[in-house]
């Protein structure tokens, strides 16, 4: 906290000048306060009781929960797919947004637009789409519903738009004169992409691998209909914490919401870092 | 501009369709199908059952006003993080983007600690004064707040740095008071962006299932939303309106992608 107040003035937005800590008026002091209040009641309140209840028994409250085998096999589970579906992600997230920015082809538009669906679409709905096709009843034939590779697709589905939408206009706002240059001083496609395109994506592809890790080790309603939720099978963290809850254990429950809750602060601040380091080079 | 040999460029090409067309495209198909298998004979079974339709009802009016509460919130929110300076800034920043990181389910439990009438921090106090927060539309419109609530801001606040204070110091220089160089000068500008996170804000909101089926209580004819209705009609072997009303859903949301995406050029020629 205090690291991000003394570290302020170095923020890329906003037209502080230098040595003014507040350029606030009475009127947004005070849409200010109105605003804290609600995020305060609606957000920071909430999120502080999960910690203060998983916290109320000390350290045992969390020893207990993750000594318990089924929830230990529940986040070995979310971990393990949450990272696969990640570098499933990484590599076609970025083949997807490199042929949508560079590619012309008829029908490149819809599938511009596809790619935003999994985003919009509510999440049990996601999963019952996801059943009519690889479910039991499947024109294909392939029935995955209630095995390990259901969670596995559920994530890949919801996760699809995040690096393609991290990578896309960061791909379009790329200078086509450095490629060219590098062209024509004889440089080779192959080394192009891998000495220039490439490293310039990185931030964006990072940046969007972190949204998708922790959208994935979030996702509860697409798994509901899809995975059969089984213990120690394809249950993952959020079912523990809503079977948690459904049980009156809300202790167990908030301690592996605090870890979530970890995860989510790590990987927003990993954000806020890598934009941060995005806007200072550019 | 580095342009790939021509059979690599279609090697790419087809692997990202056929991945893209396998994941999304296909089953969507498939769902519409399955909606669609005794004609509109599941969509009658849903509709007329008067909790189905009471359902939906529910879902629009919490995402309504989780909708005008977060517009609100989002544009005032950007104004004071683009316009301003204060200690604390990037802090919020940054903080205002974790419910998009936050399980719904751990948003229904952190609500359900502080505000459900028995053990709740604040619960018992509120259901004294006659406000009951959890199990009830409360509960379930700042639920539905809070997982959508970084959507109107993150659109407001690339806009407003864009185009800069110069306008709004003109007009205040030429005796402008807040308020008209706000609804003359700033909205105006920001209109587009506005109605774009309004927009997924909408989607976002209508499809909400985790966290509402924590603080609703999931009580059918009551507090039951349209995506829970989904999960239960799935579940009681009524799969035909189980499909209908996810056909509804799946309807809205592209429409609420087509909207944005037809807004989108708009935004950028301007």
Sequence with gaps: MTSAVLGQDTRPVGRGRPGVRSTLTRGSALGLGIAMIWFSLLVLIPLAAIVATAGKDGWAGYTDTLRNPQTWSAIKLTVEQSAFVTVINVVMGTMIAWVLVRDRFWGRGLL?????????????????????????????????ANTKTSVTLALAFVTLPFIVRTVQPV????????????????????TILRRLVLPSLVPAIAAGAALSFARAISEYGSLVLLSGMLPYKTEVVSVRVLS????????SAAALATIMLGVALFVIVALDVIQRRVARRG | ???????????????????????????????AQNAFADGLASFQAAF??????????????????????????????????????????RALSALIDLPMSVSPVVIGLALLLVYNGRTGWFGPTLEAHGI????????????????????????VVPVLTEIGNDQEQAATSLGANALQTLRRITLPAIKWAVVYGVVLTLARSLGEFGALKIV?????????TAPLVVEQKYNNFAQGEAYAVSFLLVLISVLCIVVVTMLRPKESSS
């Design chain 1, 112 to 144: 511009d637009l596809v790619i935003d669906i999994p985003f919009a679409m509510p999440t049990i709905v996601a999963g019952l789409v996801l059943l009519g096709l690889y479910g039991p009843k499947g024109p294909l034939g392939i029935n995955v």
């Design chain 1, 171 to 190: 791909l379009a706002e790329l200078d086509a004169d450095v490629e060219e240059a590098a062209a024509s001083l004889g440089a080779r496609r192959l």
């Design chain 1, 244 to 251: 948690f809850i459904e049980g009156g254990d809300q202790t």
């Design chain 2, 1 to 31: 501009m580095v342009s790939l040999p021509t059979p690599a460029k279609w090697a790419l090409r087809l692997v990202v369709i056929a991945y893209v067309f396998l994941l999304v495209g296909w089953p969507v198909i498939t769902l």
């Design chain 2, 48 to 89: 007329s059952d008067p909790d189905v339709v009471h359902s939906l009802v529910v879902t629009v009016e919490i995402s309504l006003w989780a909708v005008a509460i977060n517009t609100v919130f989002g544009v005032g929110m950007a104004l004071l993080l683009v316009r301003y300076e204060f200690p604390g800034k």
């Design chain 2, 132 to 155: 009951v927060v959890i199990f009830n539309s409360p509960g379930m419109i700042m639920a539905t707040c809070f997982v959508s609530l970084p959507l109107v801001v993150r659109e």
């Design chain 2, 216 to 224: 609703s209580g999931n009580l059918t004819g009551q507090t039951q």
